[in-house]
């Protein structure tokens, strides 16, 4: 069964880091795109970071320079470290999925999420 798997999310001071991981298991993709997307209380889930199977990224306008995507193709994981965090990064940071099998199949996944919250 398809699943992505979200950890490292916590409690961090202002000025902290924090790394979070997703483990996508239950198929075999062609070419896909991991990506983090956040949501704080009473907005929009709106993109944080993508990157592709080939390795190209993109990332929000505002974000850039403090937070950084990578991943393991091999254990089809994605990264996110989160550097320099503010109290407005507090959100549900969710990982999603989309991708074509090699069956020629197209999907799109979204994890459970996991709490960011930035507070002294």
């Known amino acids: 069964q398809a699943q992505l798997v979200e950890s490292g999310g916590g409690l961090v001071q202002p000025g902290g880091s924090l790394r979070l991981s997703c483990a996508a298991s239950?198929?075999?993709?062609?070419?896909?795109?991991l990506a983090w997307y956040r949501q704080a209380p009473g907005k929009q889930r709106d993109l944080v970071a993508a990157?592709?199977?080939?390795?190209?990224?993109d990332y929000a306008d505002s974000l850039k320079g403090r937070f950084t995507i990578s991943r393991d193709n091999a254990e089809n994981t994605v990264h996110l470290q989160m550097n320099s965090l503010k109290p407005e990064d507090t959100a549900v940071y969710y990982c999603?999925?989309?991708?074509?099998?090699?069956?020629?199949?197209?999907?799109?996944?979204w994890g459970q999420g996991t709490q960011v919250t930035v507070s002294s």
């Open positions: 999603r999925e989309t991708g074509r099998t090699v069956y020629d199949i197209e999907y799109d996944y």
């Open positions: 239950g198929r075999i993709f062609a070419t896909n795109t």
């Open positions: 990157i592709t199977s080939g390795g190209s990224t």
